[in-house]
């Protein structure tokens, strides 16, 4: 596929991060390794994913929080 992996559509999930070519967000995929899926796992349940694919969505949250923001964490 020419052009960015992860795009950003209005109209596809609400404007959220996807794989392009997929309504798969990153958000999501974020979560399938987080529960203890490996990639192949990931890439096998999602027929239209690929490798690189997971790859560019990891790289994507990874690029996002390395930007200069402050999260607040509430101390209770």
């Known amino acids: 596929m020419d ?3 992860i795009i950003s559509n209005p109209k596809i999930m ?3 991060p996807v ?3 997929t309504r798969l967000t990153v958000e999501r995929i974020l979560e399938k390794p987080a529960a203890g899926e ?3 796992q990931v890439v096998s349940a999602h ?3 690929t490798e ?3 790859r560019s ?3 994507f949250a ?3 929080m390395n930007a200069d923001v402050v999260y607040p964490v509430s101390v209770e």
Request: proline share 8%; aromatic share 0%; no cysteine.
């Open 19 to 21: 794989v392009a070519g």
């Open 14 to 16: 609400m404007g959220k």
């Open 52 to 54: 690189n694919g997971v």
């Open 38 to 40: 490996t990639i192949q």
């Open 47 to 49: 027929p239209h994913l």
């Open 3 to 5: 052009g960015p992996l």
């Open 57 to 59: 969505a990891l790289a």
């Open 62 to 64: 990874s690029e996002a």
